[in-house]
């Protein structure tokens, strides 16, 4: 469900406030405080029912492929039940209450609307035991204040753009999730769960690291120059957003990447981006899924 710019932004409980859920690396401390400079009035581990993580934003081959999203399922597995193979579990995550500027950051530090749509989900908090702890912070402290279990919205990010193909998160990117989830005392299956995620190798033949290097050689330096253009056009509309034309152009740069990646490089030099590491054969998905990862 995506939301009306004038439903964004809405107040909470009487007060100019807005829960969060942060469910990939905006678990991780150092990411969500250091890195983004966001001060959570409180926070809280939750599950949202109905919704699954999956690995399906666009990064950059070679380096960090795939950036976590949530998608809806129905229905979706649960922990007790969890086995590779199974249906993946409901997303965990740590719901933060932001104020309206905190949030309007998170925004814009998440590509303000190139990659994420901003949905409002129903979350409930979750502990590795019984019921939900809820914590507040202040002056830099977490001190643990009630229980609640019941249902409340959040505001959350999921893909913005078509249907892609899942790829492998970096294993620097799964270890920042992996050590959020720990700070954020998901329940002990959840934490399982993400264990079991494969991620991304990095090249270790000459051949594929050269392959690697020549890639990323006429890539990054247009990334960087994205980045750059993401970073200053961030926030144009006054709700961390960028402006039409640039979420239009990193689109079309971000596909053309990867319509490069895999369709062109990666046939001779090998992927970039784990889906060749256990013998999955993807080669007739991605050209069946043409049309909706490239032209939607």
Known sequence: ????????????????????????????????RSHRGIAPLKEMPVRVPGWVLTFDIYGVPYQEPAFSSITPVTPAGTLAEYAPGNA??????????????????????????????EVEVLAEPVSPDLGGTVTEARNG????????????????????????????????YMELILDGAQEAHLPRAYRSYLCTIPTYQAPKTVWRMIGAALFLTVWIPIMTAVEKITTATANSDGKGNCPAWVKALVRLIL?????????VH???????????????????????????????
């Open 1 to 32: 469900m995506q939301l009306l710019p004038d439903q964004r932004l809405g107040d909470e409980d009487g007060e100019n406030n807005i829960w969060y859920l942060g469910y990939g690396s905006n678990m991780n401390s150092e990411t969500f």
């Open 88 to 117: 993946p579990p409901p997303v965990h995550g740590t719901a933060y209450l932001l104020t309206k500027e905190d949030y309007i950051s998170v925004i814009g530090s998440e590509g303000g609307g190139i990659a994420y749509d």
């Open 141 to 172: 402290g977490v001190v643990s204040n009630r229980t609640d279990s019941a249902l409340f919205k959040v505001m959350t990010l999921t893909r913005a753009y078509g249907p892609t193909v899942p790829r492998s998160p970096s294993k620097r």
């Open 255 to 263: 596909i053309a990447m990867w319509f490069h990646h895999d369709f």
């Open 266 to 296: 990666s046939r001779f030099w090998g992927r970039g981006d784990g889906l060749d590491e256990d013998g999955r054969e993807i080669e007739e998905d991605l050209e069946k899924m043409t049309g909706a990862i490239y032209l939607d």
